[in-house]
């Protein structure tokens, strides 16, 4: 069965997110979900498949008004990593910002 995940955003600017989702448990082989998440707001995401529903990296970027960006690039490198934790024990992931930069958390709920 397919997992799913609440991304919420609480920069003032639209997010385009990409997850990579593991294609199975002894395989480097990924499928990627793209999806936006806009200002103040929440997307609830549907991914994986009925053997795998393991994230291995998130990115994320706004784009700013005077056209930079600001991005953001989070990857399991190692399966029980503080990383893959976060992405795989949590039901949330928050987007923020931090003295400009784009930051990351998750939560049960």
């Known amino acids: 069965m397919a997992s799913e995940k609440m991304f919420t955003n609480s920069t003032p600017h639209d997010l385009t997110v990409k997850i990579s989702v593991l294609q ?3 395989s480097h082989e990924v499928e990627t979900l793209d999806f936006i998440v806009p200002a103040q707001g929440s997307q609830l995401v549907r991914y994986g498949n009925e053997t795998e ?3 291995n990296g998130v ?3 706004a784009v ?3 056209g930079g960006e600001i991005r953001l690039n989070n990857v399991v490198g190692v399966g ?3 990383d893959d934790d976060t992405l795989n024990t949590n039901d949330a992931i928050f987007f923020r910002l931090d003295d400009g930069k784009l930051q990351m958390a998750a939560s049960q709920d």
Do not use: I
């Open 64 to 66: 700013l008004p005077d």
């Open 80 to 82: 029980g990593s503080a």
């Open 24 to 26: 199975s448990a002894d």
């Open 53 to 55: 529903t393991r994230l």
């Open 59 to 61: 990115r994320a970027k």
